[in-house]
């Protein structure tokens, strides 16, 4: 039987190329990549994109394939892949929820936790020898006990949530409308949410609709005792608003797992000492990659088979 022709954006770990391989006849184009490699007969053949990556999957890629049926994202976000292109074209797209949220909110609360407690600066004070040359390390900022404002209650805003409870935090969220919760409270104006907070999360999708939706107003009702920690997109965040903030002391600090322009990040960002910076990992355990990339394969698999996708995105 001849196997079907897909196209694999982006770079995948050996454990997901096996099984695709085996599977599928594979082309390959690299993030943010071009397809000029590709001959004629292989833009006729594919019918399944395997994607990986945050640059953008546009209309107009998409259209150099006119038997393409199927995207299968490696990732929650689909915010880079043209979904109402894909829709309109009858193109069905699926994504990797759930398998990775107990990480991104795992990371999440690290990140809290390790900018309060000034963790990697407390390794460099004894790497560099200033615990026995100077003595005790800085005093740090308690975690328990203090406020915290989650923006967006989805699956991960919800995990975060949870886990923010046994270290005593209380929880605030902003959500277009009231939700379940056992007790957290509600706002529908992120500033005045800001206002009343230690922490900010922000755990929205990316995408058009959430673009900037942190900027100067709710970074200065934050305030200059606040924390900020995005484990969103880097879209969500106004980033020019955000590191003159950071630079002037409008805010205590920030924790950032995304950026804008991943991964060539605004330099600015590197001069700062009250900024924990991480390199979009929130989904990078072995366990949860590991399940995400099973989850994209079963996703084309279904889509080969004629069956109904596993996780499809919401149209
Ligand atoms: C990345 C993510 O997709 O799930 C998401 O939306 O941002 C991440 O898990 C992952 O880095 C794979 O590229």
Request: glycine share 20%.
């Given at each position: 039987m001849t196997k079907p022709d897909i196209l694999v954006v982006g770079d995948y770990a050996d454990y997901d190329h096996a099984p695709m391989q085996e599977a599928y006849n594979t082309w390959h184009m690299a993030e943010g990549g071009t397809l000029d490699h590709l001959p004629a007969e292989a833009f006729e053949a594919i019918r399944g994109i395997a994607f990986r990556g945050h640059s953008f999957l546009s209309g107009e890629i998409m259209d150099r394939f006119p038997n393409l049926g199927m995207i299968a994202n490696l990732?929650?976000?689909?915010?880079?892949?043209?979904?109402a292109h894909a829709v309109s074209r009858g193109i069905?797209?699926?994504n990797t929820p759930d398998v990775l949220t107990e990480d991104v909110a795992d990371l999440g609360i690290g990140m809290m936790i390790a900018w309060s407690r000034g963790i990697p600066g407390a390794q460099n004070w004894i790497t560099s020898g200033h615990w026995a040359q100077h003595g005790e390390y800085r005093l740090q900022r308690k975690v328990s006990g203090k406020r915290a404002g989650i923006v967006g209650l989805g699956r991960i805003g919800r995990a975060v949530a949870e886990r923010l409870v046994p270290f005593n935090i209380d929880v605030s969220?902003?959500?277009?409308a009231p939700k379940e919760t056992p007790g957290w409270t509600h706002y529908d104006d992120i500033a005045a949410m800001a206002a009343n907070v230690d922490v900010l999360f922000v755990c929205v999708s990316?995408?058009?609709?959430?673009?900037?939706?942190?900027?100067?107003?709710?970074?200065e009702a934050l305030g200059p005792a606040g924390l900020l920690i995005n484990i969103s997109?880097?879209?969500t965040i106004?980033?020019?608003a955000l590191l003159n903030a950071l630079e002037s002391g409008a805010i205590a600090g920030a924790a950032l797992d995304v950026f804008l322009n991943e991964r060539h990040i605004d330099p600015r960002f590197l001069a700062l000492d009250n900024v924990l910076l991480s390199p979009h990992q929130s989904s990078g355990t072995i366990e949860t990659r590991t399940r995400m990339g099973a989850l994209q394969r079963e996703n084309l698999a279904a889509f080969f088979a004629g069956q109904a996708l596993i996780t499809p995105v919401p149209e």
């Open positions: 990732g929650v976000g689909y915010d880079t892949i043209d979904v069905l797209v699926s969220y902003f959500a277009r990316g995408g058009p609709a959430t673009a900037g939706i942190i900027g100067k107003d709710i970074l997109r880097g879209t106004d980033e020019p």
